[in-house]
């Protein structure tokens, strides 16, 4: 018997016209009992991105900070370090309920392949960029940061490690960022699956992808259900079934990710949670939300093993050295 699933997210476009409007639209959604929100997810729907995904995460976080986002990033427009870079450090300021969307295709690139690996987007491209960008998250341990007054060392540099990543995407790092408290950010990828993934979303009318051989039986993703809903306005018959295909889904033992249009309001996101969250208690009221991964239940991010060498000697290269009795020591600002 397939056991229910009340999981829910939804996916917004990073655009909103009334300041006032869309204040009140994210403070219910980070106060309702949704996992996490999308921004910049790829649809059927043509809509003109007026925000950086990560530019309205970073927004977000600062006025909404219960909220836990997966911003969408394509290694067809980026390279993995400056999105290794860019979400780690909105994983630190929110501390850990950031994650990435790894998405193909960027919507603002019109022809071409990747600026920065000269090769053609498509999964292949996406996988690679997924296991640098994770490489670089554990450059910086944050179990370097001692802060330790006696030995007067602040960062034991000595951890901190080359990635030395190189295939389609070449990065050495390290990353200026430490490590998450997640270990690194949940990262999702869309109809596909890549070695790192923690999450799948499955676009509407996509078959399930087969499994590459790199994954494991054992490590298989969540997989989410996108539903694209319209605005009542606009067709109230098919917003209603399309509650009922999400309500299917969920029935399926699923996950499902709303897809909400650029026109939604604090009416609409009500009507869909109040439809599909179910018993789902509300986001919690103690001090400090959970992370990414606590609420979806994934494992923390492990520290990895075939990183490079030591970026930094104890006593040598570093920004800044400190005579502190017999031993030279390191420090990094």
Do not use: C
């Given at each position: 018997?397939?056991?229910?699933?009340?999981?829910?997210?939804?996916?917004?476009?990073?655009?909103?016209?009334?300041?006032?409007?869309?204040?009140?639209?994210?403070?219910?959604?980070?106060?309702?009992?949704?996992?996490?929100?999308?921004?910049?997810?790829?649809?059927?729907?043509?809509?003109?991105?007026?925000?950086?995904?990560?530019?309205?995460?970073?927004?977000?976080?600062?006025?909404?900070?219960?909220?836990?986002?997966?911003?969408?990033?394509?290694?067809?427009?980026?390279?993995?370090?400056?999105?290794?870079?860019?979400?780690?450090?909105?994983?630190?300021?929110?501390?850990?309920?950031?994650?990435?969307?790894?998405?193909?295709?960027?919507?603002?690139?019109?022809?071409?392949?990747?600026?920065?690996?000269?090769?053609?987007?498509?999964?292949?491209?996406?996988?690679?960029?997924?296991?640098?960008?994770?490489?670089?998250?554990?450059?910086?341990?944050?179990?370097?940061?001692?802060?330790?007054?006696?030995?007067?060392?602040?960062?034991?540099?000595?951890?901190?490690?080359?990635?030395?990543?190189?295939?389609?995407f070449r990065s050495r790092g390290p990353l200026n960022v430490p490590s998450s408290t997640q270990g690194h950010p949940v990262v999702a990828t869309v109809d596909h699956a890549a070695p790192g993934t923690d999450l799948v979303i499955r676009l509407p009318n996509t078959n399930d992808a087969p499994r590459p051989a790199g994954i494991a039986a054992g490590a298989a993703p969540q997989v989410w259900q996108t539903v694209e809903v319209?605005?009542?306005?606009?067709?109230?018959?098919?917003?209603?079934?399309?509650?009922?295909?999400?309500?299917?889904?969920?029935?399926?033992?699923?996950?499902?990710?709303?897809?909400?249009?650029?026109?939604?309001?604090?009416?609409?996101?009500?009507?869909?949670?109040?439809?599909?969250?179910?018993?789902?208690?509300?986001?919690?009221?103690?001090?400090?939300?959970?992370?990414?991964?606590?609420?979806?239940?994934?494992?923390?991010?492990?520290?990895?093993?075939?990183?490079?060498?030591?970026?930094?000697?104890?006593?040598?290269?570093?920004?800044?050295?400190?005579?502190?009795?017999?031993?030279?020591?390191?420090?990094?600002?």
């Amino acid at each position: 018997m397939t056991t229910p699933n009340n999981r829910l997210a939804l996916a917004l476009p990073v655009v909103w016209n009334s300041p006032s409007a869309a204040e009140a639209l994210w403070s219910s959604i980070e106060d309702a009992p949704v996992d996490f929100v999308v921004l910049g997810l790829p649809g059927t729907r043509p809509v003109r991105r007026v925000l950086d995904p990560s530019i309205a995460a970073a927004a977000l976080q600062s006025r909404h900070p219960r909220l836990r986002l997966l911003v969408a990033l394509s290694a067809e427009r980026e390279h993995p370090y400056n999105i290794a870079r860019r979400i780690g450090s909105l994983d630190s300021v929110s501390n850990g309920r950031i994650g990435w969307l790894a998405i193909d295709r960027d919507a603002e690139r019109t022809a071409g392949g990747s600026v920065w690996a000269h090769a053609e987007p498509g999964s292949e491209l996406t996988a690679d960029a997924v296991a640098a960008a994770i490489a670089l998250w554990h450059t910086w341990p944050r179990a370097a940061i001692v802060a330790d007054r006696t030995r007067g060392v602040f960062i034991e540099s000595e951890q901190i490690r080359f990635a030395d990543h190189d295939g389609l995407f070449r990065s050495r790092g390290p990353l200026n960022v430490p490590s998450s408290t997640q270990g690194h950010p949940v990262v999702a990828t869309v109809d596909h699956a890549a070695p790192g993934t923690d999450l799948v979303i499955r676009l509407p009318n996509t078959n399930d992808a087969p499994r590459p051989a790199g994954i494991a039986a054992g490590a298989a993703p969540q997989v989410w259900q996108t539903v694209e809903v319209p605005h009542p306005a606009d067709d109230q018959q098919l917003f209603a079934r399309r509650l009922d295909n999400a309500r299917d889904v969920q029935a399926g033992g699923a996950s499902v990710l709303v897809s909400l249009p650029a026109e939604t309001d604090l009416a609409v996101v009500t009507a869909v949670i109040s439809a599909l969250a179910g018993a789902q208690p509300s986001r919690e009221r103690g001090p400090e939300p959970e992370s990414l991964r606590e609420r979806l239940g994934l494992a923390v991010g492990g520290a990895l093993t075939d990183l490079g060498k030591s970026a930094y000697a104890p006593a040598g290269l570093s920004s800044h050295t400190e005579k502190n009795g017999p031993e030279q020591r390191s420090h990094i600002f």
